[in-house]
């Protein structure tokens, strides 16, 4: 008869059989709690993110730039900060954009999130922006390399018959808007910001060579994208939630301004922060948050390897 | 009840739902995977319509009147000849006629192909540039670059063509690494020369380390979309929306 009794786990088998979901459990906790706190992490912006900083903030006031937006739910804990960092700027500088879309979800997701920037101006007393006049939507195109090609050869062929809705009146041509008023080409845009989940970044970067390109990508995307920022492919790159931190950071201190955090770059003259304005967001929410995940994740990995060399250790001795 | 309630609600549920297949597969993820392929599928669909195809080919195709009912912008009608061109592509489906499904992918894999040479040059040929570094300095005035804030653009021009030591080593890390990890994919000959085996067990080495910095940023990135979860289920849904307090 066989014996049903199981044999006892040894301190190193058991730090190894750490049931999964006591890990889940901690990882909620751990991801929840410190939302509730006001936390500050100190933090150092990265160059690419300085830089990226740097080139949006160089834009004359009141000119236009190209914005690709390629990011939707899915990707909504990095994206969507990436994306209200850049409206909050280009609000504030009073540049107009036009954005287009690679993803059919991705147009109204953008109008969401520029419906939130507006209720934050409105809030604080500033003008919101209007659609049409301030800012155009092209709308979803279901080719990004077709598009691509067509916006860097033939800008008004590519952007042809789209139409977007002014507020109080019915569809009109997007070459009507304000924001097109004289635009022949797409050097007529002072720069293309794409913010992006997938691989629209290497779409983009292979076909629009006329004007100086931005990426906001994923933070799984940095390190390929590391690679297009280092040879000048790309002029600045926000990566993730490092970036989005980065750059509320940057909208708070300017670049070389003097005071106590200063943040310093060789690159770059003074250039200014918007003291006093709403410049913390999801980047300020989050990264506090984030380490106390990433604590769990070396605790585990720690306590996984202990439990291996204890079992080891054990086996040696059990054969001896 | 309002609206925006309800919305949030149904946002916590899905979320709820959707992480239950952690625990394991269950009735209450199916339902809401189910719902958001098919949710996900509609919307595309509309969009497809809504935004692209009914302005860029239906309205340019039909043209447009005016009040008197005169044409005001006349109809590109050769625009209707993509409709069966597209429509081929459903002869997929079809055992006897899918040949013809052939003609449009064969459009676009031309179209595709045409591009790729100067698509291929335009993504790797500056990243080829630019790893042809200078190894040795040419000044030893500083061993940092100096900061170029404030100069005039002479003087930033001068500090930018000049190699000093700091970066002559980034340089010289970055062509080892180039070469020992371009030695490791060197499989059509047999390897016997014993530097040639430590430049790519170099290689490899140098790989792992870039590899798991990858990982490291993709481990980063989903902590941060589970992070955004649960901002929205506590503080959107319920501190904002349920205890109606500021976030």
């Known amino acids: 008869m066989a014996d049903a009794t199981t044999p006892e786990m040894s301190l190193g088998e058991k730090l190894q059989a750490l049931p999964k979901w006591s890990l889940y459990v901690v990882l909620v ?25 740097g080139k949006i903030m160089a834009v004359p006031d009141g000119s236009r730039i190209l914005v690709g937006s390629d990011w939707t739910n899915s990707t909504r804990g990095e994206s969507k900060g990436e994306m209200k960092v850049l409206l909050r700027i280009l609000m504030r500088k009073n540049v107009k954009f036009a954005f287009y879309c690679f993803d059919p979800q991705a147009p109204q997701v953008v109008r969401d999130t520029i419906r939130e920037v507006n209720a934050e101006r409105i809030a604080r007393q500033e003008k919101p922006y209007r659609p049409f006049d301030d800012y155009v939507s092209l709308g979803y195109f279901p080719n990004a390399e077709g598009t691509c090609n067509a916006i860097n050869n033939n800008l008004l062929a590519a952007f042809s018959g789209k139409k977007d809705t002014p507020e109080n009146s019915g569809p009109k041509d997007v070459f009507e808007s304000p924001v097109f008023a004289g635009v022949k080409s797409v050097k007529d845009f002072q720069l293309l910001a794409l913010i992006t989940a997938s691989s629209t970044n290497t779409v983009t970067l292979e076909r629009i060579k006329k004007i100086p390109l931005l990426f906001m990508v994923t933070g799984v995307m940095v390190p390929e994208n590391q690679n297009y920022y280092a040879s000048n492919q790309i002029v600045g790159l926000a990566g993730g939630l490092k970036g989005v931190y980065d750059l509320e950071q940057l909208m708070e201190h300017g670049i070389n301004n003097p005071g106590p955090e200063m943040i310093p770059s060789s690159k770059w003259g003074v250039v200014p922060g918007f003291k006093g304005a709403l410049n913390s967001g999801m980047g300020t929410a989050y990264y506090p948050t984030l380490h106390f995940a990433l604590l769990l994740l070396i605790v585990a990995i720690l306590t996984g390897n202990v439990g291996m060399f204890l079992a080891k250790k054990q086996a040696k001795k059990g054969a001896a | ?81 993509l409709l069966p061109i597209g429509m081929m592509g459903y002869f997929v489906f079809s055992k006897k006629h899918n040949w013809i499904s052939r003609i449009p992918i064969g459009i676009i894999l031309g179209m595709y192909s045409g591009q790729q040479i100067q698509v291929w040059w335009n993504r790797f040929g500056p990243q080829i540039d630019n790893s042809i570094k200078p190894i040795l300095p040419t000044s030893t005035a500083s061993f940092f670059k100096p900061g170029t804030s404030g100069l005039a653009p002479d003087a930033v021009a001068k500090i930018n063509s000049t190699v000093y030591p700091s970066q002559a080593i980034t340089n010289i890390i970055f062509v080892v690494t180039l070469l020992s990890v371009m030695s490791y994919f060197l499989f059509s000959f047999d390897i016997k020369s014993k530097m040639l085996k430590n430049t790519t067990t170099l290689g490899r080495w140098l790989l792992m380390i870039g590899f798991g910095a990858i990982f490291g940023s993709t481990v980063m990135m989903r902590f941060t979309l ?22």
Not at chain 1, 29 to 53: C, H, R
Not at chain 2, 14 to 38: D, I, M, Q
Not at chain 2, 49 to 71: F, H, P, R, V
């Open chain 1, 29 to 53: 906790i751990l991801t929840s709690v410190p939302l509730f706190a006001k936390l500050e992490v100190p933090n150092k912006p990265v160059e690419a993110s300085i830089d990226f900083y």
């Open chain 2, 1 to 81: 009840m309002d609206y925006t309630f309800i919305k949030m609600t149904l946002g916590v549920l899905a979320t709820v739902g959707l992480y239950s297949v952690l625990y394991r597969e269950n009735k209450f993820y199916r339902f809401w995977e189910h719902v958001f392929l098919g949710l996900a599928s509609g919307w595309a669909l509309v969009i497809l319509w809504t935004e692209t195809l009914k302005s860029t080919w239906w309205d340019k195709m039909l043209g447009a009147t005016n009040n008197s009912g005169q044409a005001s912008v006349m109809g590109y009608w050769a625009y209707a000849a």
């Open chain 2, 226 to 247: 589970l992070i955004d979860r649960m901002y929205f289920i506590w503080i959107e849904w319920f501190k904002m929306l349920v205890l109606r307090q500021p976030g």
